[in-house]
């Protein structure tokens, strides 16, 4: 294809080809390379194979199965405000709490939750009735100046862009109260329903963050993305997978590879298909679209199946996928989707607005309960130490330097599903 396109194959064994993989591919790759390390041939050596780098889109969808695994629990349904009572609410279906078998509707869940969120904290910090009062709307020529302000004082006062570690968050107010003749200090408790809304604002934003920065194809958000989800993935486990793979290519990134193969590494992190501006997606997630349409066509195979069977039924995987598209498009056949209409969308949105406006959870209440979260921190990081972060990292870009395989408790056995 390359040598099609292009003439000859020089500028591919040049500057090589950026493969996406985790440890594991990496692994393998380098014991393929290390069989063939004597063959004269540099095509068969495999040395145009080269930087191993991670996957994005799979990399976002990890980091919205551990938002899921954090905030999300069927058994307390009960609790108001939590993402499975307001998913009864909103009449949203298609969630429950596993990621890689439906990606879209659980993202577009939480995209959801995540506006009627931030709108409650803006409402809350501005003491506004709803999202239709304008009372506090600044005349025009002051609108650009104000609108500046009030971003800034949502994220100041809900700590949007810090990063608090353990025992460094803003110690809880006393109180002074008299019991015979000692006086009693005793701090607050904390606010659970105020500590949850906050948490998923964080989740969320950041999981919106990255899809921005997928379908603009910003090249230099990437980076900063996968730089800002390290906390997030050590936050759930010391020895998560992608918590390494982000260090790994940032490591690449900015230390290891030349401005070219770094140049080479970004401009293949996403594909445009269609053409058009915002339109944008993960290479990696282009690839699985592409690998699903074979595994149908595999499928149909039945028993008993030949590899050359296989390479020929897949060899037009995607053109058969067009035609039938086409057919389906010309018998006005809808496709299967979990995606609401513009209408319905609405409408579950105001629902969702309706409970948080009773519920208010940025209103602070000491001693809240949330049912089902005991202790649950406004901070994702809270209950995570900057010094064992530090040295967590320092250990893996030791390893890494080293090419060792460092063991994870993640695991990638099920099927990927958009």
Sequence with gaps: MFTQAHGDAKALYKFGVPVGGDQL????????????????????????????VIEFWHMKQDLLEKMYKALYKEKEGRQQGTLHQLKAVMQIRGIDGKVKKNFRAHFGFLEMVTQIYVEEQALELFNLKDIHDTSQIPPEAERET?????????????????ILFQGEEAARPLTVSLQGNAVVMKRLEEDEVYNYGSQLCLWGLQLLEMHDTAVEGDQERLVVNTMHNIPFFFAHSALSKYFVECIDFVLKIKYILSPLSRAVVLDTAFVNSNGGIGKC?????????????????????????????MERATGSADAICDAVNNVRDSLQIKEKSHRHSSASTEEALNRGRAVLRKLRPFAHCPGRKCMGYTGIKASPFSKVSRTLL??????????????????NVDSDDEDYTE
Excluded: F, M
């Design 146 to 162: 104000r609108t500046w302000q009030i971003l800034r004082q949502i994220v100041d006062t809900y700590k949007y862009g810090q």
């Design 281 to 309: 997606v993960e290479s990696d997630l282009r690839q699985e679209h592409s690998v699903c349409n074979k595994k149908v066509l595999i499928k149909q195979l039945g028993a008993n199946k030949t590899t050359k069977a």
């Design 390 to 407: 530090s040295q967590r990292i320092n250990k893996v870009v030791e390893r890494l330097r080293h090419g060792v395989t460092i063991s």
């Design 25 to 52: 591919t990496r692994v393998r790759l380098q014991g393929a390379k290390n069989l063939r390390l004597l063959t004269p041939d540099t095509k068969k050596k495999l040395d145009h194979l080269h930087p191993i």
